[in-house]
């Protein structure tokens, strides 16, 4: 049974930075694609970035290129979602998924941008 655990989120000024995680398992982690999506308030999920955890280069979404970096620790079958230059538009739920459409994901980890 897949478990997808997310922690990390906060409350954060503008500028500023968090590291979100995942913990995960119940499937084969070192050759799995996995994702990131956000739902803001009063919105459906969007995608944030994608991972092949056997190697390869990471997919963005254009609103968080350059800021966020999606990484993997495969010995502790850990996704991480590093934030930085966080926005105010980048508050929202954040989830770490099976799919780029997060039909498969897990609890979510709340990350708001204020000052």
């Known amino acids: 049974q897949v478990r997808l655990v997310e922690s990390g989120g906060g409350l954060v000024q503008p500028g500023g930075s968090l590291r979100l995680s995942c913990e995960t398992s119940g499937f084969a982690f070192s050759r799995s694609w996995l994702h990131w999506v956000r739902q803001a308030p009063g919105k459906g999920l969007e995608w944030v970035s994608t991972i092949y955890t056997g190697g390869g280069v990471p997919a963005y979404a254009d609103f968080v290129r350059g800021r966020f970096t999606i990484f993997t620790d495969n010995i502790e079958n850990t996704l991480h979602l590093q934030m930085d230059g966080l926005k105010s538009d980048d508050t929202a739920v954040y989830f770490c998924?099976?799919?780029?459409?997060?039909?498969?994901r897990g609890q979510g980890t709340q990350v708001t941008v204020s000052s």
């Open positions: 998924a099976m799919d780029s459409a997060g039909r498969v």
